[in-house]
RNA sequence: GGGGUCGUAGUUCAGUUGGUUAGAACGCCGGCCUGUCACGCCGGAGGUCGCGAGUUCGAGUCUCGUCGGCCCCGCCA
């Protein structure tokens, strides 16, 4: 090129008026008025004018050609713009450019969608073409957030003394958690590397050796159905501590959230965090991730029904499981195809929806008729119900399952009656979390965070007689309803990691081969160690105000996982396969 | 694995009860225009109505299947 750029298209301003520049950039836009032909050329920087006369009969009929995303090079001089002619809505809007030479260094095809961030094109047309999508301001943004996100963890965490160590990718299946993405090796075959799920036990296994606070931010695999907040790769911010406790883990982080909304959204947060235990939050907003913005807590009315005449609600009242209620104080404001619409979703979940109204001192619509008088003293008494109230009942036998719904239909019900204020921003920790839930399928305990985590000291007489009842070291970070980070404090005697492995029925000899290197190295010295995970992507989503994880990650899947840009997964050759020993059954199509 | 929703011009969408030649805006192409900035004006091209069956005299429209995007449940320690 023979044009090289002396300024980037978004810094020139009335200080450098009368200076000869050269602009590198693309055509966002032209307005050709016969003579003069005004283009607004775009870089990562900004958007400047340049202005083209006719004057110049060496390139002008160049000019003429210049099209939509063709990368051009100018040589031009800073003009300030007539007084009616500035544009107050661009940085560089009190100039513009008199080209004095054009150099066409691409020419570009038509795209498929206008690259302008007014142009909302479908998102499977976007991600096909994601380099064209990724031209827009508002996507390179968002990249640009989640680049200096990065900067700043590194930056703070090597000044807080951690030690950034990078783990294999290529690592070992193992059993408990997400599906694992599996690697075949060509040396051995029939034999596979799993990508790793999170880098758990390697950094456990960091402490061991001494190397006291560890981070990393690193791409993690699980092979599970995604989400709009969830891919198959994503990025962890990952950490572990040794000589630590709960407090030591969750300040750093506090300090971190802390100094990370500084710098990057200028927000001042209140540290430390609210610490809720895990049974008040499922009692109050049936969620381990509740939305704290906003009032309609749950309360329990089960001991109303108990002989009720209200047959499903009295089983289950009878049976010990549990009647939730979320009372609506202005019942008014919420329409009859309102809760229409609620009642679907709740049967989504599986589940029904009762609720009633109470207005003028009496119950009516919905249940009413199924509620007697001891039913409707009890309710008011427990409920200290305004004229007006509209109230929603979930019950099942399973306590955990009714309130979980409940709480899926209090937040429905905060977004329906807008009592979510977008600006607020509610940090909490949940702590307290069982260590184990059943699995009914596998008919055995599950570890619901993950098989190293140290079960709480107090509790550990809990562990034949009753492991249901065992709380867990383990924290998540919740912001506005969302998990984006979970840790814990490590089980780091041989001897307690052995009767967990029993709990949830990993066998010995299993155990040894699928742990057996971190069992081993819990018998050398491991110091007491914790730690916890950030999930980056989803982070960098909620600090740029973004609807999807895909608008914050570069090369994102598709809800079927499928790479839309470069076509993957795709075949592959049979040679490939038969070097690695492979052979595909069962193909579809 | 299950459910919902969408699929019509390059793009975003409209398309009535099943009925003549499937429309609009933006974009694209051509022409005019020397102060616009989502410039303006005139003209033009552009359609396998996702795909395949079926019902019907007749299907963009109704039915079934299928493919794809998105959302949700399950799943995600």
Redesign the pocket.
């Known amino acids: 090129m023979r044009l090289k750029r002396t300024h980037t298209c978004g810094e020139l301003t009335a200080t450098h008026v009368g200076q000869e520049v050269v602009l590198n950039g693309w055509v966002e836009?032209?307005?050709?008025?016969?003579?003069?032909i005004?283009i607004?050329l775009r870089d990562r920087y900004g958007k400047t004018?340049i202005?083209f006369?006719?004057?110049y009969e060496q390139f002008y009929p160049l000019a003429k050609k210049l099209?939509?995303e063709y990368v051009i090079a100018i040589q031009g001089i800073v003009?300030k713009?007539?007084d009616?002619?500035?544009?107050p809505?661009?940085f560089t809007?009190e100039i513009?450019i008199?080209v004095t030479d054009l150099e066409v260094l691409n020419e570009s095809a038509?795209?498929?969608?206008?690259i302008?961030d007014?142009?909302?094109?479908?998102?499977?047309?976007r991600?096909q073409y994601r380099y064209l999508d990724l031209r827009r301001p508002k996507l390179q943004n968002n990249i640009l957030i989640r680049h200096q996100m990065a900067q700043f963890t590194r930056r703070f965490f090597s000044e807080n003394g951690f030690v950034e160590i990078e783990t294999p990718f290529l690592t070992k299946s193992?059993p408990?958690?997400?599906?694992d993405f599996l690697v075949p090796s060509r040396l051995h075959k029939g034999k596979f590397y799993a990508l790793p799920?999170?880098p758990?036990t390697y950094k456990q296994i960091l402490m061991v050796a001494g190397f006291d606070k560890y981070f990393q931010i690193v791409k993690?695999f699980?092979d599970?159905?995604?989400?709009?907040?969830?891919q198959p790769e994503f990025t962890q911010i990952d950490l572990e501590m040794s000589f630590v406790d709960e407090d030591d883990v969750m300040g750093v982080m506090e300090r971190f959230v802390q100094g990370l909304f500084k710098e990057i959204l200028d927000e001042d947060i209140a540290i430390p965090f609210e610490r809720i235990p895990y049974d008040v939050a499922m009692d109050k907003y049936g969620s381990d991730k509740p939305d704290t913005r906003f009032g309609l807590e749950l309360q329990e009315v089960t001991s109303a029904f108990k002989g009720s005449g209200f047959n499903v609600f009295r089983n289950i009242a009878e049976q010990g499981g549990y009647i939730g209620c979320v009372v609506v104080d202005e019942g008014t404001r919420v329409s009859r195809k309102q809760v229409d619409d609620l009642t679907a979703y709740a049967k989504?979940?599986?589940s029904g929806l009762a609720f009633v109204r109470y207005r003028n001192g009496a119950f009516d619509s919905g249940i009413a008729k199924f509620l007697g008088q001891p039913e409707q003293n009890a309710l008011t008494t427990i409920l200290n119900l305004p004229q007006g109230a509209l109230l929603f009942f979930v019950g099942n036998t399973d306590r955990e399952f009714a309130q979980?719904v409940l709480g899926?239909i209090r937040l429905r019900l905060g977004e329906m009656l807008g009592l979510i204020d977008e600006s607020v921003k509610k940090f909490h920790w949940i702590v307290d979390f069982p260590l184990l839930?059943f699995?009914p399928?596998e008919k055995r305990y599950?570890?619901?965070?993950?098989?190293?985590?140290s079960p709480k000291l107090s509790d550990i007489n809990l562990l034949d007689e009753n492991p249901a009842a065992i709380k867990a070291r383990a924290y998540d970070l919740v912001l506005n309803g969302n998990e984006i980070a979970g840790g814990s404090i490590r089980i780091h005697r041989k001897d307690v990691q052995e009767k967990v492995f029993q709990l949830l029925q990993i066998g010995t000899e299993e155990a040894q081969r699928k742990f057996g290197f971190l069992l081993k190295a819990l018998e050398y010295g491991a110091p007491p160690h914790g730690g916890i995970?950030f999930g980056f992507d989803r982070l960098v989503m909620l600090m740029t105000g973004s609807?999807?994880i895909?608008d914050v990650i570069a090369f994102p899947?598709?809800?079927?996982a499928?790479g839309?840009m470069e076509d993957t997964p795709s075949e592959v050759d049979e040679a490939q396969l038969k070097e690695l020993g492979i052979l595909v059954v069962g193909k579809?199509?």
């Open positions: 836009n032209w307005r050709d008025h016969g003579g003069v005004f607004d004018q202005v006369y006719p004057q099209r939509s003009r713009r007539p009616d002619a500035v544009n809505n661009l809007g513009e008199e038509v795209p498929p969608f206008e302008k007014y142009i909302d094109a479908s998102e499977d047309l991600l193992t408990e958690g997400a599906r799920q999170s758990q993690c699980r599970e159905d995604l989400r709009k907040d969830r989504h979940l599986n979980t899926a839930e699995d399928e599950v570890a619901r965070h993950h098989p190293f985590t995970a609807q999807s895909r899947k598709t809800a079927r499928v839309l579809k199509k």
